[in-house]
């Protein structure tokens, strides 16, 4: 006789009444090593799982794919998935994949670098796993786009398709086997069969 084990629904979010400081989410953050956390601009702390294997490897391909063009001009930096950055309207996030212009860079000290980010990179990229919502996903790209960045992709492995994301622009949908950067990653193009 199989017996059936119902887990009930863990914590997705949490709303915290003062919300946190951008310096106590940040130490919140740093404390917690088996979840990733993120937050509204409301204040609402978003709990996010580990990821499932093809996710990990898909965030390591995207990671080096990004790295090996960043490795050809050296300009800016490349970001991976345990970066967080504290963005204009008040949340923070942490992209899966990104890229910050040098001019973004400049400026920061080496005790800014120990810290989250004050700034949206100018490209993101978000991997969508087997247990991402999409509509969520495609929130947050919107919240990207509407603090700064420049360009950003949001990746369904599933289905191979890629919505692009370009501030003041719709959404648009490819399909394929690779997708080809624009400013400000003019020249990166990203192999989705590796992914």
């Not at 946190?20 to 509204?40: A, G, H, P, Q, Y």
């Not at 309207?89 to 980010?117: C, I, N, V, W």
């Amino acid at each position: 006789m199989n017996t059936v084990l119902e887990i009930p629904k863990l914590i997705s979010s949490v709303v915290l009444e003062p919300p946190l400081t951008d310096e106590e989410f940040e130490k919140l953050c740093m404390s917690t090593e088996s979840v990733k956390l993120e937050r509204s601009k409301e204040g609402k702390i978003i709990v996010n799982p580990p990821g499932g294997l093809d996710s990990s490897s898909g965030n390591i391909e995207i990671g080096r794919q990004l790295a090996n063009w960043w490795r050809e001009h050296r300009k800016g930096r490349v970001f991976d998935s345990s970066a967080g950055f504290f963005l204009p309207d008040g949340s923070s996030l942490s992209p899966d994949g990104a890229y910050a212009t040098a001019e973004q860079m400049r400026g920061l000290s080496r005790e800014d670098r120990k810290h989250f980010g004050r700034f949206a990179p100018a490209f993101v990229v978000e991997l969508l796993s087997a247990t991402d919502n999409l509509s969520a996903s495609k929130k947050k790209m919107e919240t990207w786009m509407e603090n700064g960045s420049k360009l950003g992709w949001l990746i369904d492995p599933y289905h191979r398709k890629v919505w692009v994301y370009e501030p003041g622009k719709q959404p648009r949908r490819q399909s394929g086997n690779k997708i080809t950067g624009t400013d400000p990653v003019e020249g990166f193009d990203l192999d989705l069969e590796s992914v």
